[in-house]
């Protein structure tokens, strides 16, 4: 019987990881959890409940009580939080730029790495964002970090966002993917980095279709 995976695919925003993800997913069969979809959930229900960024302890007191879920509809991978389908709202500019703040709180993380785990735990999963590799499942047994240079990864999020007709600067992407970056990068706990253990796939020559051949084909020998 072939075994069943756990892929971990970390890496900064912009670099494809979801696209990627979705793709190897697809193609083995697997569960596709995007956990950038959990704290931004978490996010939004802060916001919508008036929370205060500020207090860490009411942060993780949000993160207990609120019930996540995942639906996937046609092809797209659906949040709800407390039963509200929150896919649409958790994209906002507002949520993007408070996100961090969030993740960057312990008792928060440790709420969602559990619930990580306990989604990943009998395998046939592909998870991305930020420590799944290092922190969530430090076993994984495939670990990818995907890369690319500032401006390709502004350039793709821009294609992305005029592609819904949004009005947006290349410059103004730029500095908020540099922002981000630096505050994913230098938090406290769980910040980004490569996993000792991770194959690093820079993409910034590659398609993102080419990059998830990469992957199916270690997962393909791995199995
Ligand atoms: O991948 P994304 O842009 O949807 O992630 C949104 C934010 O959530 C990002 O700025 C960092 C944070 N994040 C995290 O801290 N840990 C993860 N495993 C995933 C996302």
């Known amino acids: 019987m072939k075994k069943k995976l756990v892929i971990a695919i970390d890496g900064p925003a912009g670099a494809g990881k979801s696209t990627i993800a979705k793709i190897v997913a697809t193609e083995l069969k697997y569960i596709y959890i995007d956990t950038g979809a959990?704290?931004?959930?978490?996010?939004?229900?802060?916001?919508?409940?008036?929370?205060?960024?500020?207090?860490?302890?009411?942060?993780?007191?949000?993160?207990?009580?609120?019930?996540?879920?995942?639906?996937?509809?046609?092809?797209?991978f659906h949040v709800l939080a407390d039963g509200k389908d929150v896919t649409a709202m958790i994209r906002s500019q507002q949520v993007t730029s408070m996100t961090?703040?969030?993740?960057?709180?312990?008792?928060?993380?440790?709420?969602?790495?559990?619930?990580?785990?306990?989604?990943?735990?009998?395998?046939?999963?592909?998870?991305?964002?930020?420590?799944?590799?290092?922190?969530?499942?430090?076993?994984?047994?495939?670990?990818?970090?995907?890369d690319a240079s500032p401006m390709e990864r502004a350039r793709r999020r821009y294609r992305e966002l005029r592609a819904k007709n949004e009005r947006v600067s290349l410059r103004a992407i730029a500095e908020a993917i540099r922002k981000r970056d630096f505050k994913d990068r230098t938090r406290g706990i769980s910040p980004l980095r490569v996993a000792d253990d991770a194959i690093v796939v820079d993409s910034t020559r590659l398609t993102l279709d080419q990059v998830a051949r990469v992957i199916l084909e270690k997962a393909l020998q791995s199995e």
């Not at 919508?48 to 639906?71: I, N, Y």
């Not at 969602?112 to 991305?128: A, N, P, S």
């Not at 969530?136 to 970090?145: E, G, I, M, R, T």
């Open 38 to 76: 959990m704290y931004r959930a978490l996010t939004w229900k802060a916001l919508e409940t008036g929370t205060s960024f500020q207090k860490p302890d009411d942060l993780t007191r949000l993160a207990r009580k609120t019930r996540l879920t995942f639906r996937p509809k046609n092809g797209v």
């Open 100 to 146: 961090n703040t969030l993740a960057a709180v312990q008792g928060v993380r440790r709420v969602l790495r559990d619930l990580q785990r306990q989604m990943g735990r009998r395998g046939g999963v592909v998870m991305e964002g930020r420590d799944i590799g290092t922190a969530v499942f430090p076993n994984a047994d495939l670990k990818f970090y995907l």
